[in-house]
């Protein structure tokens, strides 16, 4: 191997990823570019030594104690060689040809500041992981359409990106703080950093393990975007009143990224006014007992009601709204190869996207008024 290698691979690692002997075969059998890899790990388990022991040509360093995700990326970055990096979350799967991902990354940072991917969370049988996959379209959306209009990104996903190492010296690396990679795009593009995701290039993440999981994640996500907010709120506001051209994406975005809450508020009263439709004709059906001649000549006989007259405008909304919202949807997915289906939208658009709209709110304003801090799951 040459002294200095053309990229340096960074992983961070929370005592031990099933999924990270996978992702050091792939990364060990890349020959399209010369890679080093530094996996930086905190309080490691025992398998972390064996693959320490099988893969000699990785580099391990080791923390007994948890030293917070920023620390271990800081540390590793000091450790790393080559002028463009190359960062991986540990529950990371690179789902592209390895070669061609690594080839790729270097062609596209010669023309870019920084570069993702397209980033889905795989499925593991559960209709929780598909849930979640609908979740990714709508982010993985909302930064491919800003980038192509603004050639730039305010925030990143953090579980892969590249950069370059002199972008990340300008910047100061990675700062303590709940949502270090948001932090690093927001910084990134008030310097004006060039930004661009390589759709044909897909990663794919780890889904949380339960229910419970997946809040703690909600939660920690959005006390981070509260403490984002708290942060760089008026240098946001500033950076789009100079350059209001910005602000057009940004609405785009905020009505598409809407419309499941806009949705589920049109669905409440729809599906009450449905329940009782229903059982309106479950009154009418029954002293009939499935005589259906008789049953349509009562129906045409009776004089429909205001109540009634509103029970059926409200089930026909609710039909096209979930048909009309579904239609937009699909054709997002199709655009990032995922797999739609009505049955799972259905959930999605409704108990899903209700509780998530709850929960940012409740950790939103958390995060705005205790700003950054450790949580009992995650240190900065």
Known sequence: MRDKPDLSILIPVYRMSHVLPSLLSSLNNVRSANVEVIVVVDEPQPEIFDLKSRFKNIKFIVNGNRQGKANALNRALREAKANNILFLDSDVMIKSDPDVFMSSTLEALKHHDIVEYKEITRYDGSLRSRLIRLDDVMYSFSYSLFSKLTGKCFALSGAAFATKRSVLEELGGFQRVIQEDIDLGTRAFLKNKSFTILKDLEVSVEPPNSWRSWIEQRKRWFMGYGAWFRRYFPHILKAFVQNPKMLLPVVVLALILSLPTIFSIVM?????????????????????????????????????????????????????????????????CKSFDVDFSLKCFLPYATVYTITTFILLVVFLVKGVIVGDRSLPDWKI
Do not use: H, W
């Open 268 to 332: 409440v009263p729809s599906i009450i006014s449905g329940v009782a439709l229903a059982q309106l004709f479950k009154n009418i059906y029954m002293p009939f007992a499935g005589d259906l001649s008789n049953m349509l000549k009562y129906l045409l006989s009776l004089r429909i009601g205001n109540e009634t007259l509103d029970a059926l405008t409200c089930t026909l909304r609710i039909i096209i709204c979930y048909l009309l919202y579904s239609a937009i949807f699909s054709i997002i």
